[in-house]
T-cell receptor, first 112, second 117 residues
Framework: RKEVEQDPGPFNVPEGATVAFNCTYS??????FFWYRQDCRKEPKLLMS???SGNEDGRFTAQLNRASQYISLLIRDSKLSDSATYLC?????????????FGKGTKLSVKP | GAVVSQHPSRVICKSGTSVKIECRSL??????MFWYRQFPKQSLMLMAT?????????EQGVEKDKFLINHASLTLSTLTVTSAHPEDSSFYIC?????????????FGPGTRLTVL
């Protein structure tokens, strides 16, 4: 079975810290990559897509290394509201028929 | 952004009963809808993919006769858990795709928490 593996966590960090999450995927044919966040007992919500060139959205930076099949997420200046579980997600086929393969998630807890 | 709703948000039922969960795309037509299940501290697992007007495609290990999926319109898909048992207790989440080509985002519903007593 194709897998997406993430840091086991949990990550407990103080406010203002920088934290990095890593993820590896097993299917080299995977086409799209995402980070989602999921709050307790809620649905996952798209945080950002991940592109080969790397991309940034405010305090969040995502990187993709296709050769190593590795994805990362960096959060700078952590806020209390960043506390959630971060899911690494891979899409294996193109178009709407491609389903999303979710990692188990890494739990982040930002403390005052 | 696109909105997907699910109903009910929470259901508690007795063992042996059937439960129907609705998933609606509120402001777009969903060519494809996906049903996921998430057990505590586990990742979301795809159960099935449904396209409007055709039979759903089930993932390996998911019983199609137990989890009935109907996608009768471009805005509504239903999942019926038949003869539910305690081991079916889980968080069921649907997502919908508008098949918009390269971006092709899946929009998630808020989920339905099922507890079978």
């Amino acid at each position: 079975r194709k897998e997406v593996e993430q840091d086991p966590g949990p990550f407990n960090v103080p406010e203002g810290a920088t934290v990095a999450f890593n993820c590896t995927y097993s299917n080299s044919a995977s086409q799209s990559f995402f980070w989602y966040r999921q709050d307790c007992r809620k649905e996952p919500k798209l945080l950002m897509s991940v592109y080969s060139s790397g991309n940034e959205d405010g305090r969040f930076t995502a990187q993709l290394n296709r050769a190593s099949q590795y994805i990362s997420l960096l959060i700078r200046d952590s806020k209390l509201s960043d506390s959630a579980t971060y899911l690494c997600v891979v899409k294996e086929k193109g178009g709407s028929q491609g389903n999303l393969i979710f990692g188990k998630g890494t739990k982040l807890s930002v403390k005052p | 952004g696109a909105v997907v709703s699910q109903h009910p948000s929470r259901v508690i039922c007795k063992s042996g009963t059937s439960v129907k969960i609705e998933c609606r795309s509120l402001d777009f037509q969903a060519t494809t809808m996906f049903w996921y299940r998430q057990f505590p501290k586990q990742s979301l697992m795809l159960m099935a993919t449904s396209n409007e007007g055709s039979k759903a495609t089930y993932e390996q290990g998911v019983e199609k006769d137990k989890f009935l999926i109907n996608h009768a319109s471009l805005t509504l898909s239903t999942l019926t858990v038949t003869s539910a048992h305690p081991e079916d207790s889980s968080f069921y989440i649907c997502s919908a795709s508008d098949g918009g080509g390269a971006t092709d985002t899946q929009y998630f519903g808020p989920g339905t928490r099922l507890t079978v007593l």
